[in-house]
């Protein structure tokens, strides 16, 4: 089997270097996320929330299903 290179066709290329990560420092986070503690402690029953697909009634929002596709 031939040897390929990084591109996946059968050349090399030996200018192929990785980019630099030398600007970012050692112990720096790839990504912080924000998540802020849930305020209501109201839940559906067991029932309801099945058939809503979310137990807390403040995260059962509608699904439009049209955003984003243009199909």
Known sequence: MEDKGP??????NNNFAPF???????????????IPY????DSYDADKALA??????????????KAGCSI
């Not at 697909?53 to 403040?58: M, Q, Y």
């Open 20 to 34: 630099p990560l030398s600007s970012f420092p050692a112990d720096y986070a790839v990504a912080m996320a924000y």
């Open 7 to 12: 591109c996946g066709c059968n050349t090399t």
């Open 52 to 65: 809503r697909g979310t137990l807390f009634p403040v995260l059962d929002k509608p699904f439009l299903g």
């Open 38 to 41: 849930q305020q209501n402690a």
